[in-house]
Nanobody, 119 residues
Framework: VHLVESGGGLVQPGGSLRLSCAAS????????MSWYRQAPGKERELVAT????????NYADSVKGRFTISRDNAKNTVWLQMNSLKPEDTAVYLC?????????????WGQGTQVTVSS
């Protein structure tokens, strides 16, 4: 299984970025997909989650109204659109795939992409 994030970079406060996570080696449409982030010296934080079939999404309070998670099961890809970025959004953003089936949990992570919000 491979989850490959892209789209990170340096952006000024108020700017936007769109992160992508391309998945391979798994039945993508069976997995709940999430974006997490981890800043230096801080715990990993759940940013956004989208169910396997899409639909209802969930967001951390800190990003509600600014970030949007979406997916295309035909393309095995999940995105995170980030608008109105703030310096406190600076972190490594990681893609996560989870499937719970017959009492087992299948959990995969990408390597992460750096997002830096700074003037």
């Amino acid at each position: 299984v491979h989850l490959v994030e892209s789209g990170g970079g340096l952006v000024q406060p108020g700017g936007s970025l769109r992160l992508s996570c391309a998945a391979s080696g798994l039945t993508f449409s069976s997995y709940e997909m999430s974006w997490y982030r981890q800043a230096p010296g801080k715990e990993r934080e759940l940013v956004a989650t989208i169910p396997s079939a899409g639909g209802s999404t969930n967001y951390a309070d800190s990003v509600k109204g600014r970030f949007t998670i979406s997916r295309d099961n035909a393309k095995n890809t999940v995105w995170l659109q980030m608008n109105s970025l703030k310096p406190e959004d600076t972190a490594v953003y990681l893609c996560n795939a989870v499937r719970r089936f017959l009492g087992l949990s299948y959990n995969y992570w990408g390597q992460g992409t750096q997002v830096t919000v700074s003037s």
